[in-house]
């Protein structure tokens, strides 16, 4: 052997050696029993993992199968929503746009979007992007995302539903997470750059970093190849596994609606670690992925004594936190039958990825802090444990809430009034019309509802007593739950829905229309 290939050998075994000796040993022993462990324990089917430190990827693993049953394993390419870890692509799209002097995040939305309103004739006035990057418009936490979820409306009938939401919350000053605000934004970029939200992505971020593994809609998953197929085990008595139709999210899609990879988010984490490059070529300024970073809203002050955390913040498509004395950006997904989170910490080039198809767990938080712990030098704790102990105990109480509405249901009472008396046609402003019908199952007696914008969405009304009902959605993920109809001399007035907070944490009056 010459001089110079005993020379490049020793440098290449060197350089792997010190990777190793830079891991730590959970990483390197314990990973992957930890992960088989976490999913038996939480039911999940199948989940990936990517670990990139220093710009190399250390894990890029699939563990599980993509269909509960069959052998079809998961890998580093297999797809899964990715939820709201589609919002740091649009926030980024908009920060370009700024670096390009497109426009500026401090631009008022009504300049490029003049018939947009909310409630509050002030606030629209005032509203810039930047507000609805960062999620402090004035509304709550996932406020009206029932009207839309699943949904037949488009992104402009979400635009133009806007000025129905009523704001509780202070504008620019409290936290409220709205996918919507998102999805009004998007509908900035066709009239900046002429293209619509998904072809800007797609040429300005994912075709430079070949993502090609990852795709801007939702619409037509099911024909994909190599996708993992999305699982729940909520809103039953039992908490039996059970599987899910996939979202339909195009219309909310720059806010939830994208699908990717681990091996593919790699390579968004390295280029986010390493000021915008990627394999040596520049993808994008450094001053773009800054403009994500800045802090715009207060999102919490609440101590967690479990972790070495406290304050946290939301800058543009992605949240901050001070973890062990470490600045770290994270984001979580959630969408029907799927969970994600996807983490960055700069001062240790460290980026972390965890896609899962089972929707009713929080395994994807306690793996991704387990890896913070490892890489901050964090005294080792369960958070497999910490997750699974609280999940057991509320889940315990849906179980049995659920249990009780079955127990009235079969005391087989009857209503003071006949079934048909509550048939008809109900409406709310907000969403639109339900109809309610007598139920032509056979052999059950009870009342069905069909929504005008959830088409494919079905809900069975079983009588229980006084004015309640037992609501039990098709969509396993919407939920069960007792619903009451208000009534006036002996005749329906109104009916009051409510579906998982998952979906929306709001419950929605319909009045029933003379008909």
Known sequence: MNKKHWFLLFFLTHSYLSSL??????????????????????QIPGMAVAIVKDGEVIVSKGFGVLEVGKDSRVDENTL???????????????????????????????????????????????????????????????????MFWDTDLTRKDVLNRMRLLAAPNQFRQDFGYSNQGYVVASEIIPKISGMNWETFTESSLLKPLGMNRTFMLSAGADKRSNIALPYTTCCSADSKLTKLPFDNLDNLGPATGMLSSVSDLSRWMIMQLDSGRFDGKRILPWAVLEKTRVVNTLASTDKMKAFPLSYQFYCLGTGLFDYAGYYVYAHAGACSGFKSTTTLVPEKNLGIVVLTNQDNSNFHEALRFQILDAYLNVPYTNRHSYYLNRAKSKDQKSRDEIKGLTQRVEKKLKPKIPLLAYCGTYRNELYGTLSVALDTVKGRSGLTIHFEHHQSLIAQLDYMDGEEFRLTFSNPRFGIFPVSFTKANNQVESLEIKGTDFVDHDSYEFKKMNE
């Open 21 to 42: 000796a830079q891991t730590p040993v959970f990483i390197s022993d314990s990973l992957q029993a930890y992960i088989k462990r976490g999913m038996a324990d939480w």
């Open 80 to 146: 899964f929503f990715i939820a709201s870890n589609t919002k740091l692509f649009t926030a980024t799209d908009f920060a370009l746009l700024d670096e390009r002097k497109k426009l500026s995040l401090d631009d008022k939305v009504i300049k490029y979007l003049p018939d947009f309103r909310l409630a509050d004739a002030s606030t629209t006035q005032l509203v810039t992007i930047r507000d609805l990057l960062s999620h402090r418009i004035g509304t709550k936490n996932f406020q009206g995302d029932f």
